[in-house]
């Protein structure tokens, strides 16, 4: 059965994972990419622009189609070595504000899941997101 997901990280790591096709979580670690299968959905959320920055963005950035069930380390540096799994995103995905769904009562249930990370999410309020992210629901099926 398909899931649903939202992950939470800077805009300028969630545009590094989408031109790559992948998707890294709570800072590279395996234990969430595990939960995902293929075929579940993924949501970006960015509370920031970048980093270490102060400057917000508090926008669903992206979304995506997870593609397949291989996980695997990728060495960024020397010492960092994170896990990946590869993710069809959706190349038009609109940036879609906090504030456009923030009053929605299924917002209510999960904002403050944020925190975690990564969080699994209902299918009906996933079809939220995607429709403001401008997602063909032709795509949501394929």
């Known amino acids: 059965m398909t899931k649903y997901w939202i992950g939470v990280a800077s805009l300028n790591h969630v545009m590094g994972g989408v031109e790559g096709g992948f998707s890294q979580l709570c800072h590279g670690k395996e234990a969430p990419l595990k939960r995902m299968k293929p075929g579940d959905w993924l949501v970006y959320y960015s509370p920031k622009r970048e980093l270490g920055s ?6 669903f950035t992206a979304i995506g189609r997870v593609k397949g069930s291989d996980i695997y380390p990728f060495a960024m540096t020397e010492t960092f070595i ?9 190349p038009n995905a609109k940036e ?13 249930k999960y904002r403050s899941s944020l925190r975690y990370g990564h969080f699994e999410i209902d299918k009906a309020f996933f079809l939220v997101l995607a429709e403001k992210m401008g997602l063909p629901m032709k795509y949501e099926n394929k």
């Not at 102060?54 to 926008?59: A, L, M, N, Y």
């Not at 994170?82 to 959706?90: E, G, L, N, T």
């Open 96 to 108: 879609v504000p906090l504030h456009a769904i923030s009053k929605l009562d299924a917002w209510q």
């Open 82 to 90: 994170p896990y990946r799994k590869d993710v069809d995103f959706f």
């Open 54 to 59: 102060e400057e917000k963005c508090q926008c």
